[in-house]
């Protein structure tokens, strides 16, 4: 009998957040749920270096970053050519119209609101970005 289920194929994610706690509940949410791949920054400028060596096909990233923003991150992400094809989603509280247009400014291709849900991570994942 055949599955009418179909996963999306394993990616290599990168999460970045500031907050430790945070970033250890995502990937594992992501490693758990999803079966994908995951390596994790607590740090602009090191989630740079964590990407170069990784090769993420996502990021899910923290705007309030030290070092380097989330924004100045996915820009510099988008300019090297480890993640230029990656999927890169805001992950943060910021959520008015301003904030999103900025994140589009900046390179991403979603803007998620914390708290971001397993059905949210869900869409993402499913996403024909990703497929």
């Known amino acids: 009998m055949e599955s009418s289920t179909t ?10 957040d500031d907050n430790v706690d945070s970033a250890k509940t995502m990937a594992l949410l ?5 079966g994908h791949d995951v390596q ?10 964590v ?3 990784f090769r993420p096909n996502v990021v899910l990233l923290d705007l ?8 100045e991150v996915a820009e510099a992400l988008r300019q090297d050519g480890c993640c230029r094809g990656a999927v890169i989603a805001a ?25 971001v849900t397993p059905e949210v991570l869900k869409t993402l994942f499913a996403s ?3 497929t």
């Open 91 to 115: 992950i943060t509280g910021y959520c008015r119209d301003e904030d999103r247009q900025r994140t589009r400014e900046a390179g991403f291709d979603f803007h998620l609101v914390k708290p």
């Open 40 to 49: 994790t920054a607590h740090e602009g400028h090191a989630a740079v270096s």
């Open 64 to 71: 309030g970053l030290p070092g380097l923003s989330g924004y």
């Open 7 to 16: 996963f999306p194929p394993k990616q290599r994610v990168l999460v970045v």
């Open 128 to 130: 024909p970005k990703l």
């Open 30 to 34: 992501v490693t758990k749920l999803f």
């Open 51 to 53: 990407a170069r060596t």
